[in-house]
């Protein structure tokens, strides 16, 4: 599953270079945001086959990208996978219950990102 467009949200320009440069080696088509606002304004533009987001970002974070979201573009949520040094957090380990989203702890390993794209790929 190749040629596949992803959008990366994270505030972490290192986490999101080595996550797009992972991601273009895979084969896929990257555009990146560095918090959920900027996120929004790309998704109004463009679709994409999967969202990897991180949970705490300033502005608009993982949560507040997902409940906008879920308002605005309710078929899009099945495409999010969050990306997080955070999920132990309660307040972060309630919503990602709640959503049921995929999750990939901080660090990850290209192996994890692979297996996470695969899935959502293949449910959406």
Known sequence: MTGKRILVVD???WVVAILADMLIADGHEVDTASNGLQALNRLERRSYDVIMCDLRMPELDGQGLYRELERWRP???RRIVFVTGSAGDPANETFLKETRAPVIIKPFRMEDIQRV???VLRTT
Request: zero cysteines; proline letters at 0%; charged letters at 55%.
């Open 117 to 119: 794209v695969r899935e």
């Open 11 to 13: 505030d972490d320009q």
């Open 75 to 77: 078929e899009v949520l």
